[in-house]
């Protein structure tokens, strides 16, 4: 098993080859605006998955995936060519779903604003059910001691 540093350094020579890459361009009309968000390597370092988003519909992000996939040997060798290992990683390239959560997320905060505007309209007029503050304080205290004592001295028994 490889060094996780070694591997960490892998992935991000692997994440800049293949972004230089595509940069280039690939003589693939398929291929849209593809960002590499992320490179993972294995700790044998004979596999690497590549994340990537593409900017666009969904038919624009399968004809990427297509196109990605077809390119993977001529992304390979550019890594092979660029890396300094003895074995070149297979690539494996999946599409990241960080914009759909993102944008699920967004949509989770928006509800959560809403509810919270519920709540705040429900409670302008609203008043409390018992005293205002019904903790006991120090003050009330010393207010009982006092109607106490003065009780006591009232009391024939006492």
Same mark, same amino acid.
């Given at each position: 098993?490889?060094?996780?540093?070694? /591997?960490?350094?892998?992935?991000?020579? =692997?994440?800049?080859?293949?972004? $230089?890459? %595509?940069?280039? &361009? %690939?003589?693939?009309? #398929? %291929?849209?605006?593809?960002?590499?968000?992320?490179? $993972?390597?294995?700790?044998?370092?004979? *596999?690497?998955? =590549?994340?990537?988003?593409?900017? &666009?519909?969904?038919?624009?992000? /399968?004809?990427? @995936? @297509?196109?990605?996939? @077809?390119?993977?040997?001529?992304?390979?060798?550019?890594? &092979?060519?660029?890396?300094?290992? #003895?074995?070149?990683?297979?690539?494996?390239? =999946?599409?990241?779903?960080?914009?759909?959560?993102? /944008? *699920?997320?967004?949509? %989770?905060?928006?509800?959560?604003?809403? $509810?919270?505007?519920?709540?705040?309209? @429900?409670? /302008? &007029?609203?008043?409390?059910?018992?005293?205002?503050?019904?903790?006991? #304080?120090?003050?009330?205290?010393?207010?009982?001691?006092?109607?106490?004592?003065?009780?006591?001295?009232?009391?024939? #028994?006492?």
């Amino acid at each position: 098993m490889a060094d996780p540093q070694r /591997a960490r350094k892998m992935a991000d020579r =692997i994440k800049e080859v293949v972004a $230089r890459r %595509l940069d280039k &361009g %690939l003589r693939d009309p #398929r %291929l849209g605006f593809v960002t590499i968000t992320d490179v $993972r390597v294995t700790g044998d370092l004979q *596999h690497a998955s =590549i994340f990537y988003t593409v900017y &666009g519909t969904d038919e624009e992000r /399968a004809e990427s @995936a @297509a196109a990605l996939k @077809a390119a993977t040997g001529l992304l390979r060798t550019e890594v &092979g060519k660029n890396i300094t290992a #003895r074995l070149t990683p297979s690539l494996e390239f =999946i599409a990241d779903a960080l914009p759909e959560t993102s /944008a *699920h997320m967004e949509d %989770l905060l928006v509800q959560a604003q809403l $509810r919270d505007d519920q709540v705040r309209a @429900a409670s /302008a &007029g609203a008043t409390y059910a018992g005293d205002a503050d019904p903790y006991k #304080r120090d003050e009330d205290e010393d207010e009982d001691e006092d109607e106490d004592s003065g009780d006591d001295e009232a009391d024939p #028994r006492g």
